[in-house]
Structure formats: structure tokens, C-alpha cells
């Protein structure tokens, strides 16, 4: 499983950024996909994931800010991040699971929250 993402950038408090992430390779066998994000001297966290049946977790801080969602056609997630606050700055990873232990990462997208 190879994954792609893309979509981080700048943006002022307030705003808004969708985040990518195209899965190719054995996608057949990804249970669920998800984001990560690592901000500068913290552990890794878990943004939020979807199942391949369409449940999802988001992390607390990020409920009803973010939104994450997936085209099966395009084999693609994304992550809708409004509301945007300087602490939401970090590097965000697409991650996908496969049973029974695997875990799959994408290379990370800077996300800046800044004025």
C-alpha cells in the first residue's frame, strides 16, 4: 500500500484546508484509513479515521471542526479542516490499516496556522 498526500499549506486562524490522500497498491485490504498529525516537540496523535464501511472517530479537540470523508472510486480520503486555530500547526500523516497488524504512512503534509 502506497499512500499520497497532499493539500497542507498556510493558512490564517479562522480558515480552512482540505487534506488528500490517494491509496494505491493492495487497497483491497485496508480496513481503514485515517490522519495523524505531530506538531513541533509532541508525540503523534490521531486526528481522526474512517472505516471501510464508512464509521468514524474523530479526536475530541478536532470534533465538529474537522470532517473526514472518502471517494471509493478514487481510492481517496480527505480531511476538511475548518476553523482552523494555531495549535492545529504540524505535520499531518495519512495512515491506512491492514489486519491484522499492519500499518501503512504516507509522507506528512505541513499544515501552518498563522497570521
Known amino acids: 500500500v502506497q499512500l499520497q498526500a497532499s493539500g497542507g499549506g498556510l493558512v490564517q486562524p479562522g480558515g480552512s484546508l482540505r487534506l488528500s490522500c490517494a491509496a494505491s497498491?493492495?487497497?483491497?485490504?485496508?480496513?481503514?484509513m485515517g490522519w495523524y498529525r505531530q506538531a513541533p516537540g509532541k508525540q503523534r496523535e490521531l486526528v481522526t479515521s474512517?472505516?471501510?464501511?464508512?464509521?468514524?472517530n474523530y479526536a475530541d479537540s478536532m470534533k465538529g471542526r474537522f470532517t473526514i470523508s472518502r471517494d471509493n472510486a478514487k481510492n481517496t480520503v480527505y480531511l476538511q479542516m475548518n476553523s482552523l486555530k494555531p495549535e492545529d500547526t504540524a505535520v499531518y500523516y495519512c495512515?491506512?490499516?491492514?489486519?491484522?497488524?499492519?500499518?501503512?504512512w504516507g509522507h506528512g503534509t505541513l499544515v501552518t496556522v498563522s497570521s
Open positions: 495512515n491506512a490499516q491492514v489486519p491484522p497488524h499492519m500499518a501503512y
Open positions: 497498491g493492495s487497497i483491497f485490504s485496508i480496513n481503514a
Open positions: 474512517i472505516t471501510s464501511g464508512g464509521v468514524t
